[in-house]
């Protein structure tokens, strides 16, 4: 899994059967300083299943394990980038 | 998966016999995210009927197999969406280095105002 910030979102009409009811977004990926926020260039379209909004910094999984995103199991959806979190705070330290 | 831009098509005569009346797409990747191909295009299964000069989503890896309904197939990437337009707001593309290289702009690229 990688994170990243919500750049942008995709539209589109047709479609593979399992990806009809949700968005796309473009996720640009960022390096590992949580403060500077630098892009490392790349950008990958993801499956949203959490409504995340463009700005939101966000984990995105790859592969086929990005397929539970959609559904938990599944085999035929064509999915293999999925938002699975929407960072709301990170640092050095343990969480509250 | 990644945004890319069709720019032709390929055919053979002799292939797998998985790959038997598949149609197979030239794909130029508007962005890519893997690190170990660093390529230039990618050919990809059409189970959903793209035509050339359109912009599509790609999807790689395993997901892509499936695609076709079955694991044995040998492909690795898949047409999973036909892009519409692509929208970003001002604020997000102000973000240094998230901006398609020159030439790399999807066709339908819009900005708009937060």
Redesign the interface.
């Known amino acids: 899994m990688n994170r990243g910030v919500v750049i942008g979102e995709v539209w589109a009409t047709r479609k593979a059967p399992r990806l009809l009811d949700r968005k796309l977004l473009l996720v640009a990926l960022t390096g590992a300083d949580p403060v500077a926020e630098r892009f490392t260039g790349r950008v990958v379209v993801a499956y949203d299943g959490l409504d995340a909004g463009i700005g939101d910094r966000v984990i995105v999984a790859f592969g086929s394990g990005a397929r539970n995103a959609v559904a938990p199991g599944s085999r035929d959806v064509l999915v293999d980038a999925a938002v699975v979190q929407v960072i709301e705070g990170e640092g050095p330290r343990n969480g509250p | ?3 890319g831009r069709v720019i032709g098509q390929v055919w053979a005569t002799r292939k797998n016999p998985y790959l038997q009346g598949k149609k197979l797409l030239l794909v130029l990747p508007l ?3 893997e ?1 170990d191909h660093d390529c230039d295009h990618l050919v990809a299964v059409d ?3 793209a035509e050339v000069g359109q912009d599509v ?1 790609v ?6 197999r ?2 076709l ?1 079955d694991l044995r197939h040998p492909v690795e990437a ?1 047409i ?10 001002e ?3 102000r ?4 901006r ?1 290289a020159a030439g790399r702009e999807p066709a339908t690229w819009i900005e708009r105002p937060e």
């Open positions: 998966m990644i945004l962005t890519w995210y690190p189970p959903v009927g989503v999807c790689l890896g395993l997901p892509a499936w695609a309904g898949s999973a969406a036909i892009v519409d337009r692509v929208e970003t707001y604020q997000a593309s973000r240094p280095r998230f398609f």
